[in-house]
């Protein structure tokens, strides 16, 4: 059964730091682009960074550059999201996505990801 887990989300004050973990089961991950999102109440999910399977090239949102970075642990078949410099506006559900087809995965978006996890709570709030 191919699954993704995320973890490492919680409640963090501006300015503080999380790492968030996407494992993968079932699948090997290097096979796939790994892409993060994330959903605020009330809006469209969207990508926040990602990683593809073909050159290792990465993409950020304009909105977290400098602040976030996605990177690979291939033995541990894990995906994360270091994010550092939080602030209220990243708050949200956040999730990670697999996609197995070819192509920069900076071009896709949701639609484009074939698995996902169940996400995991991200709350910036002093």
């Known amino acids: 059964q191919l699954q993704l887990v995320e973890s490492g989300g919680g409640l963090v004050q501006p300015g503080g730091s999380l790492r968030l973990s996407c494992a993968a089961s079932g699948f090997t991950l290097d096979d796939y682009s790994i892409g993060w999102f994330r959903q605020a109440p009330g809006k469209e999910r969207e990508r926040v960074s990602c990683?593809?399977?073909?050159?290792?090239?990465?993409d950020y949102a304009d909105s977290v550059k400098g602040r976030f970075t996605i990177s690979r642990d291939h033995a541990k078949n894990t995906v994360y999201l270091q994010m550092n410099s939080l602030k209220p506006d990243d708050t949200g559900v956040y999730y990670c996505g697999a996609r197995s087809r070819s192509g920069a995965c900076r071009y896709y978006g949701p639609l484009g990801y074939d698995y996902w996890g169940q996400g995991t709570q991200v709350i910036v709030s002093s």
């Open positions: 990683t593809s399977k073909s050159d290792g090239s990465r």
